[in-house]
């Protein structure tokens, strides 16, 4: 499994893009990018996935440069109920490899 | 409509007793799974259930014990509670095995052991 690491917190303001970076430098060529949302007291929260370039959902957008080695979930203009630990996950998607591993996240505070 | 439900949201026992978290959801979904969260919030993957079959089982003390009497509710029953297990439970559950990557949670069973 391909170790991940991101800040262990970031602080922004309101209306401000907010992005986060991961770093896998150990990706494998089958292995698929996947971010998750878990606001306090609640169950994390899928928000994005992606294998390589751009991909862009209602929520976020997540970047991923040709090597695979890093990708930066961004978050247009921030509000105060995006609070919440953000995760990175890297794994293989393909039959019998259905595990989710998570770290230990990015605490995101929103300052008002 | 709640997608992922678990009962109790709450659960304060002693040590030594013997209790079960029920998890339902009615995504019509054909995996599910257990999860736990500890103090340090890490979240750790226990138990995935396909239609029914057991597909994951991680390293986890015998006394947890998985229970799927359909693809749509998965159980967790825990023998001997010890002090350790204190921590939050999460269920999920996703469309297939191969849609893994994106899980549905539940809201989480916290239990305290004392």
């Known amino acids: 499994l391909a170790k991940t690491t991101q800040p262990i917190s970031m602080d922004s303001y309101e209306g401000q893009e907010v992005n986060i970076t991961c770093s896998h430098n150990?990706?494998?060529?089958?292995?698929?990018i996947t971010w998750y949302q878990q606001f306090p007291s609640q169950g994390p929260r899928f928000i994005i996935q992606?294998?390589?370039t751009k991909v862009t959902n209602e929520v976020a957008s997540l970047f991923i440069p040709a090597d695979r080695k890093s990708s930066t979930l961004s978050l247009p203009r921030v509000s105060l109920s995006d609070t919440a630990v953000y995760y990175c996950l890297v794994g293989d998607i393909n039959f019998g490899n259905e595990k989710l591993t998570f770290g230990t996240g990015t605490r995101l505070t929103i300052i008002p | 409509d709640t997608a992922v439900s678990q009962t109790p949201k709450y659960l304060v026992t002693q040590m030594g007793n013997d209790k079960s978290i029920k998890c339902e959801q009615n995504?019509?979904?054909?995996?599910m799974y257990w999860y736990k969260q500890d103090s340090k919030k890490f979240l750790k993957i226990m138990f995935s259930?396909?239609?029914?079959?057991?597909?994951i089982n991680e390293t986890v003390p015998n006394r947890f014990s998985p229970k799927s009497p359909d693809k749509a509710h998965l159980n967790l029953h825990i023998n001997s509670l010890e002090l350790g297990d204190s921590a939050v439970y999460f269920c999920?559950?996703?469309?297939?095995?191969?849609?893994?990557?994106?899980?549905?949670f539940g809201p989480g069973t916290r239990l305290t052991v004392t």
């Open positions: 150990n990706i494998a060529t089958n292995d698929y």
């Open positions: 995504l019509g979904h054909d995996t």
């Open positions: 999920a559950s996703s469309m297939d095995r191969f849609s893994s990557y994106e899980q549905y």
């Open positions: 992606g294998y390589k």
């Open positions: 259930y396909n239609n029914k079959e057991l597909i």
